[in-house]
């Protein structure tokens, strides 16, 4: 079903699209980037924390590709199955790798208004936290409970402990 759609402009826009750019200020573009921009490091900060996935910053991109540690989620054999329970769970469209040739990721789409961006981060969160492999979990639980002993507050308090 997903390859099925079309992602290109059609032949109208196509024709259009000289004279739109002739007559659009350079400042929409510019504010179009620098929206494009926000949306891009937004997701990218709220991505780059869950557990099993590794996103890839865009650079100049409307879209940005996340790699599945699928060896992570083990009741999932191929990011088709991952996309698909995550559709189907929580409702965030993504596009798997292989509609784009690119095996074990996904397409995420940045044009989104930002707080549905950050709500569809936020389900993405829950799918992989709910789907992360058990043993992989327990791993996640030590490394969250080793960066709280490290985060300078906590490291100051038990410096002073020690010193007492």
């Known amino acids: 079903q997903l390859l099925g759609r079309n ?21 929409f573009f510019d504010e179009t980037v620098k929206k494009v921009q926000l949306h891009a490091m937004t997701a990218f900060n709220l991505l780059r924390n869950i557990p099993g996935l590794e ?12 790699k599945i540690h699928l060896q992570k989620f083990k009741e999932f054999s191929t990011d088709v199955e991952f996309i698909e329970k995550l559709t189907e769970e929580q409702s965030v469209l993504a596009f798997p790798g292989p509609c784009f040739q690119v095996q074990g990721y996904f397409r995420f789409v940045l044009t989104v208004p930002l ?19 058990k043993d992989e979990k327990a791993i996640e639980v030590l490394a969250s409970n080793c960066g709280l002993m490290t ?5 100051k308090h038990a410096k002073m402990e020690i010193a007492l």
């Not at 059609?10 to 002739?22: M, W």
């Open 115 to 133: 707080d549905k961006l950050i709500e569809a981060c936020q389900r993405i969160n829950e799918f992989c936290i709910a789907h992360l492999d």
């Open 55 to 66: 996103p890839i910053k865009p650079s100049g991109a409307f879209y940005m590709m996340i």
């Open 151 to 155: 985060s300078s507050s906590s490291l």
């Open 7 to 27: 992602f290109g402009p059609n032949r109208t826009v196509q024709l259009a699209l000289p004279g739109i750019l002739a007559n659009v200020p350079q400042s």
